[in-house]
């Protein structure tokens, strides 16, 4: 069995889902991130000493621990929040998911330049 791929997910939201699709594929652009996936959720939370709820798209991004400070850079340069959720844990993936995000980060160790995107179904891994 081939060894475990490291990888660093992270979560944030945006207002609304332009928001969220224009930051994934700048993201995606800068080669931060190999993938992006996109929930609208509702969230209930404190701000300001006041209970707000908000409709708000999620972000699930897929990075390598290599990745994770310039992807934290990124997104308090582009994120439209002043405090946008940053949460972030290590996870691993075994195969061929790991070695295609690999292949989709640049900076990562074994990584290059992104490879023709496959679609859902063509036998790449997806999202």
Known sequence: MPAPTA???VLTTEADRGRAE???RE????GLVACASLHPVVSL???QGRLERSEEVQLLLKTTPAQL???R????EL????TPEWIHWTAASDGSYGNWLL????LSPGGGPPAPAGRPGDGDPAG
Not at 73 to 76: I, S, T, V, Y
Not at 103 to 106: A, K, R, S, V, Y
């Open 27 to 30: 993201l995606l652009e800068r």
């Open 69 to 71: 400070e310039a992807l």
């Open 103 to 106: 292949e989709q980060l640049p």
């Open 79 to 82: 994120h439209s929040y002043d």
């Open 73 to 76: 850079r990124a997104l308090g």
């Open 45 to 47: 939370y404190r701000w």
């Open 7 to 9: 990888l660093s997910l």
């Open 22 to 24: 224009a930051l994934a």
